[in-house]
Each structure stands twice: as structure tokens, then as C-alpha cells.
């Protein structure tokens, strides 16, 4: 079986965040955010850091200290350092949002470079090797500005040599974009921060970009994308439009909307606190009416938000966007509706609402015409939604999966010997389980996912009642030691499977299966979901599929696809390309 969703045949992506993005630890969020979309929309992501802003200053300077005119080589080995420090606190925020990635050092590959130590040029890597890391993740992260080097061991490729890095990558890897996230969202004709009627080209050569970028890119960058024929974006974090550098007349972009959306945030749990912390990272993009939630006075210590118990508080002044994370049916349907009706899109987590109101929910979005998004809803981080998109016109024909982290978590800490309620309790205080957990124990929430997945699969309505479920209870702890011994695992596992007639079966199960089995390597809150198509190919994708980061990195994607969405709708978007 191919053991992922196609890691040969997913298209690379090059992303490179620079010091300009990441200024403080917490930029982070924001940069896995960045590559979470990229993840989500099907691509297999390279992405190449700097050094947190300043920090290069100040090995620079504490290299100056020390005597750095004697020895530009061991400056070099330095001032490098910053750069894998970033990659790690990179890697180690993807592990946060559940995106399955690997953290390389440059000799890992044998990236090597040529010339001067402290402005090195690459020269070349080896691909067997980056392609054998690539393989079984959704994304590897390396340090730029820096390569081994035949006689000085390491060096350093210049100022902004982290665009050089990204480029080269993307060229010997075969990536079919590649991105620098800046602090603005392209080239301009003039600094925007000194000139505002500056205005950003969607497009300009490589010799224009020379010019115009004014040491927004590194030239030896522009130049080695040039010579590979590749072409380079410039963006900003979240946006959906660039400058593209490459061959051609320079184009002119229309101006875009930066009116921050008005936002309202229903529920601050386990995910809607996570999501609160995406939405108040971009002040530039979302105003927030007071977050609704049920008790309002046990907020008092936290100061990041107004909080509200009075829905129509919460939903005041005709918000562009309302985010439901406070779980139930009724309520939040009616809310829903309700934002709908008043002209808000809509996101949501909930995929008990979604499931079991489904019909009443896409009516009311498609009458509004305003989008209803819920990726989240099932599989968590996992991008089980957004392959289903684009696997169903091959034919999918059955789906398998563990689909609740709760009920996965609780079977691995039973397999470690703990008492049933305790690992029940153990999957509410780390945020996994529903507010009621039967959800999780009795194969409720994972018959919700199915019933989605059925629709977004076949096309079929399956509610969520007619599945047949067994609990978690079943698996006594004799039993997992009886499975145990044979080399078994036990798993709850959601079940469809499309008949020839167009009838589906589908069930949630507590069974046993083959260590050798793909879902047996679920751990704890994992999700794994098995495809099966028509011509008999399975696709497999696997992650964190409950907590708060992965959950609310799911919502903010699909938060930010409105945001862009909303921004390519704007009046002032009318065409306004001209010839530079
Ligand atoms: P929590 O129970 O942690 O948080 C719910 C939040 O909503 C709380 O802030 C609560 O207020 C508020 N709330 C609930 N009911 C009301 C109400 N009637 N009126 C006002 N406020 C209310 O839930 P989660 O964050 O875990 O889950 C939220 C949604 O996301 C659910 O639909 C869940 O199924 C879904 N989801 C959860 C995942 C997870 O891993 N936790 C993963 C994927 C989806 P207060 O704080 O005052 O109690
Ligand atoms: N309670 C759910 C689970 C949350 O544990 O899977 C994620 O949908």
C-alpha cells in the first residue's frame, strides 16, 4: 500500500520565512499556520528559515568581539547558529500542530556551497537523499544562509541568504513554487512605509526586480532563479496575492482590501482559545466583538478579550464572520443560522451540529450565499476533508479510520494498563474529549465524522443514528490482553463503504486488528483515515486528530481561505492591471 496520501506524486512547495516574519517566538504560530495551508491544499512543503530578527546582528557583533577579522571561516560556523535554532523552534511547532515533519541540518543532505565563507554560493545537494527525507512527511524544515563547505567545513551565503537558500531548493527539487514571506505583501514602486501611494506590482522581470526589490530579496537570489528559470513570490503571511517574479512585462496590481473583518467567536475552550490566539496575532486583519461563552465570570483573569454570555452581544454589529466552537446541536445550529442569515460566513469545529443538521445548515449558507466551512470537523488537523475533495472524482469507493482521538487515547493508556476513567479524565484535561465523553467512549462523534465523510465522499445521506456503534467499554482489559498476545491491537473504527447498487454500510467498531494493520499505529489522540478508489489505490493520512493547536490551526485555515476570499471580493479589486 502506498503508506501516505501519495508523498511521491504531491506537488513541493519552497517557503521561506525570514527574520522580517519572525521577530518573537510566538511568530511561529503564525509561519506553521502559513505552511499548515500549504499542507492542507495538497503540497508536500520545504520550508527554509532565518534566524529570529536580530539575532544574526548580535552573533555578528559577538563574533566582532571576539576578533572575527581574523577568521572569516570560524565567523561563519557563528553566526550560522541562528538559523538552527529557527528551524528547531519551526519543527517543533509543526509537531505542536500535528503536520507530520522532519527537521534537517544542511549535512544531512550534503548541501554544500563554494566561495568566500561569508558569502558563499551553493553549488549543489543530494537529491536522492532530500527526496528520501521527503517521502513519508507533509514537510521538512532546514536553516537557510548556511551550507557545508569542501574546505571550511561550514559557511555562510551573505546577508538574506536565506532567499538564495530557498531558491536552490526549490530548483533542485522540482518545486512548483516557491515563496518568500516578507513583511509586505510584494514589491512595490517605492517603500510603502515612506511613499503610500507606492504601489505593488503583481508581476516584474528579474532585471526589474533587481532594482525595485531594494534589498527586499537577495540579488544573488533573483539571479539564481533567473538562471533556473524559476520564478519567485513575495508575500506576505496569510495573503492570497504576491509579486511574481519572472519573464514578461511588469504588472501593476489592483490594491487590496485591508479592512480588518469583523469577527465573532462562539466559545473559548479547548479550540476556540487556540483560535482566539490565531485571530489576536493579525489586529491587521480581525476586529473582535466580546467572545461568547457560558461563564463569563470565571474570564476575569483573562485579558486577551471582552467574553459575554448574551449571544446577541456576541453577535452584534453585523459581524463578516462568525467562528462556533462552543459545541452542542440546537444552540449553536440556531446561531449559525442565524449569522448566516445576517450575512456572516461561517466556520465551525462542530461536527456534531454539522452532521446531524447538515441539511438545515447548507440550505441556510447556500440561501445567504455565504460560505459554511468546517475542516476541523472531522479528523482535527488531519487533512481528511480536503483529500476527500480532491480523491472523489477518481471514485471513492470505501473509507476507513480511526476517527476519534479520544477513543484512541483512551485504548493506548488502557493498553499501558491505566483504569478506564482515569483515561477518560486524562482525555478531558488535555482538551480531546467532547464536553459530554460518551460522545467518544460510545462511537457517537466518530458516527457524526462518518456521516460526514459519507457525504463528502458519495454524496449519500447516512444520519448519524442509523450507524451502527459499539463502545469503548467492550474493549475489557481481558480482551486487549487476549489481542495483545496474539500481536494485536484494539481500535475504534469508523467504517463506509459505497455498494455497487449506490447503497452504503457503514458502522463504528471496537475491534482488534494486525499489528501490521495501517490504522494499528494510531498513538494516543492520532486520527488515521484509509481511501480506497475505484481502481483499488488506497491513500492513507494520519495526524493529530484532537487537542486545541491542531484544532484551531484547522479553523484558522479555514478563517484565512474567507479572509482571502473576502479580500479577491472586494469592490476596489475591479482590474486595474497596467504596464510599468
Ligand atoms: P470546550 O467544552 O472546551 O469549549 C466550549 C466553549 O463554548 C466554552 O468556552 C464554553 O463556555 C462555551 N459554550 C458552550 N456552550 C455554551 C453556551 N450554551 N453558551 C455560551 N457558551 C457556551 O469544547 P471544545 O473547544 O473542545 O470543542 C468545541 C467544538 O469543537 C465542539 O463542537 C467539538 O466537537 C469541536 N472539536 C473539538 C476538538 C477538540 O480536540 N477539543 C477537535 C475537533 C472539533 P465556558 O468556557 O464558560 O464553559
Ligand atoms: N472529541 C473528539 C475526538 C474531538 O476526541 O476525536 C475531535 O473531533
Avoid at 465551525?348 to 447556500?366: F, H
Avoid at 494498563?417 to 457517537?444: N, T, W
Avoid at 479577491?568 to 510599468?580: F, G, I
Amino acid at each position: 500500500m502506498d503508506a501516505h496520501d501519495q508523498p511521491a506524486a504531491r506537488p513541493l512547495c519552497v517557503l521561506k520565512f525570514g527574520g522580517s516574519v519572525l521577530t518573537a517566538k510566538a511568530d511561529y504560530a503564525e509561519a506553521g499556520a502559513e505552511a499548515y495551508r500549504h499542507v492542507r491544499a495538497g503540497e508536500t512543503v520545504i520550508i527554509i528559515v532565518s534566524a529570529l530578527q536580530g539575532e544574526t546582528d548580535a552573533l555578528f557583533a559577538e563574533a566582532e568581539a571576539a576578533g572575527a577579522g581574523a577568521c572569516p571561516a570560524t565567523t561563519a560556523r557563528l553566526v550560522r547558529l541562528g538559523e538552527f535554532r529557527s528551524a528547531a523552534l519551526m519543527g517543533l511547532e509543526l509537531a505542536r500542530l500535528g503536520v507530520r515533519a522532519r527537521v534537517l541540518d544542511p549535512h544531512e543532505i550534503a548541501l554544500e556551497a563554494d566561495g568566500d565563507p561569508l558569502d558563499a554560493d551553493l553549488v549543489r545537494l543530494d537529491r536522492a537523499r532530500l527526496h528520501a527525507a521527503l517521502s513519508d512527511v507533509e514537510a521538512i524544515v532546514l536553516p537557510g544562509f548556511t551550507a557545508g563547505h569542501a574546505r571550511h567545513g561550514a559557511v555562510t551565503l551573505g546577508r538574506g541568504g536565506t532567499d538564495l537558500t530557498a531558491v536552490f531548493f526549490a530548483a533542485q527539487a522540482g518545486a512548483r513554487r516557491v515563496r518568500l514571506i516578507k513583511d509586505v505583501d510584494g514589491v512595490y514602486t517605492d517603500d510603502p512605509a515612506r511613499d503610500p501611494s507606492a504601489r505593488r506590482y503583481d508581476r516584474l522581470d528579474h532585471d526589474a526586480a533587481l532594482k525595485a526589490s531594494r534589498g527586499l530579496i537577495q540579488p544573488k537570489a533573483i539571479e539564481a532563479a533567473r538562471a533556473a528559470g524559476l520564478e519567485i513570490e513575495i508575500a506576505a503571511m496569510g495573503a492570497g496575492h504576491a509579486t511574481r517574479i519572472a519573464p514578461g512585462p511588469a504588472v501593476i496590481g489592483a490594491p487590496v482590501r485591508t479592512r480588518p473583518l469583523r469577527v465573532a467567536l462562539l466559545g473559548c475552550g479547548a479550540v476556540g482559545s487556540g483560535v482566539l490566539d490565531h485571530l489576536l496575532a493579525r489586529p491587521d486583519l480581525f476586529a473582535l466583538n466580546p467572545v461568547l461563552v457560558r461563564r463569563p465570570e470565571r474570564r476575569a483573569g483573562d485579558v486577551r478579550a471582552a467574553f459575554t454570555a448574551d449571544p446577541d452581544t456576541a453577535l452584534a454589529d453585523s459581524p463578516d464572520l462568525v467562528i462556533e466552537a462552543m459545541g452542542g446541536v440546537d444552540q449553536p445550529t440556531e446561531l449559525m443560522l442565524k449569522a448566516l442569515a445576517g450575512g456572516a460566513h461561517v466556520v465551525t469545529a462542530n461536527k456534531a451540529a454539522l452532521a446531524q443538521r447538515y441539511d438545515a445548515l447548507l440550505t441556510g449558507a447556500r440561501n445567504a450565499r455565504r460560505r459554511l466551512q468546517y475542516a476541523a470537523s472531522v479528523g482535527g488537523g488531519v487533512v481528511i476533508l480536503e483529500a476527500l475533495e480532491r480523491l472523489k472524482p477518481c471514485g471513492v469507493v470505501a473509507i476507513e479510520g480511526v476517527m476519534n482521538g479520544t477513543g484512541n487515547f483512551i485504548l493506548s493508556r488502557l493498553g499501558a494498563g491505566a483504569e478506564f476513567d482515569d483515561a477518560v479524565a486524562e482525555a478531558q484535561r488535555l482538551g480531546f474529549a467532547e464536553a459530554d465523553p460518551s460522545a467518544d467512549v460510545d462511537g457517537h462523534d466518530a458516527a457524526d465524522k462518518l456521516s460526514l465523510l459519507i457525504r463528502e465522499a458519495f454524496g449519500k445521506t447516512v444520519e448519524p443514528d442509523a450507524i451502527a456503534k459499539q463502545s469503548l467499554r467492550e474493549a475489557s482489559p481481558e480482551r486487549l490482553a487476549q489481542a495483545a498476545a496474539r500481536g494485536e491491537v484494539f481500535k475504534q473504527v469508523g467504517c463506509c463503504a459505497l455498494n455497487a447498487d449506490g447503497s452504503v454500510e457503514a458502522s463504528v467498531r471496537v475491534m482488534s486488528v494486525p499489528a501490521s494493520h495501517p490504522l494499528a499505529g494510531a498513538v494516543n489522540e492520532e486520527n488515521r483515515f484509509v481511501v480506497t478508489l475505484a481502481d483499488g489505490s488506497v491513500h492513507a493520512l494520519y495526524g493529530k486528530g484532537a487537542g486545541r493547536w491542531p484544532t484551531a490551526a484547522a479553523v484558522f485555515a479555514d478563517v484565512m481561505d474567507i479572509v482571502r476570499a473576502c479580500a479577491c471580493d472586494a469592490p476596489e479589486r475591479a482590474a486595474l492591471a497596467a504596464s510599468a
